[in-house]
């Protein structure tokens, strides 16, 4: 059964750093694109990063402003995120996600299949 399990967030203050995990099983990691997402109370998820299958290409969203890494560990099944200079509204459930096809609507889609993990940010 494919499984992601994100990790490594917590309650830090601002201005501090965070490692977030994604441990992939179930599937071949390697044949995937991956991304991060996040979502704050009562808004709508938000993406964040995408890296390609050998980790070679990477891309941000608008609202990083060159805080977030991404990387990947494809002999581990690992996917990181790599947070510095938390600020308040860095607060939200981070999750990771898979790049598949989607047979019925023919298109690329993404694929949560992780609980998420909570990042808050507070002084």
């Known amino acids: 059964q494919a499984r992601l399990k994100e990790s490594g967030g917590g309650s830090v203050q601002p201005g501090g750093s965070l490692r977030l995990s994604c441990a992939a099983s179930g599937f071949t990691f390697s044949d995937y694109e991956m991304g991060w997402f996040r979502q704050a109370p009562g808004k709508e998820r938000e993406f964040i990063a995408h890296i390609s299958w050998s980790g070679g290409m990477t891309e941000y969203g608008d609202s990083v402003e060159g805080r977030f890494t991404i990387s990947r560990n494809n002999a581990e099944n690992t996917l990181y995120l790599q947070i510095n200079a938390l600020k308040p509204e860095d607060t939200a459930v981070y999750y990771c996600?898979?790049?598949?096809?989607?047979?019925?609507?023919?298109?690329?889609?993404?694929?949560?299949w992780g609980q998420g993990t909570q990042v808050t940010v507070s002084s």
């Open positions: 996600a898979l790049e598949d096809y989607d047979v019925t609507a023919q298109s690329m889609t993404w694929r949560f």
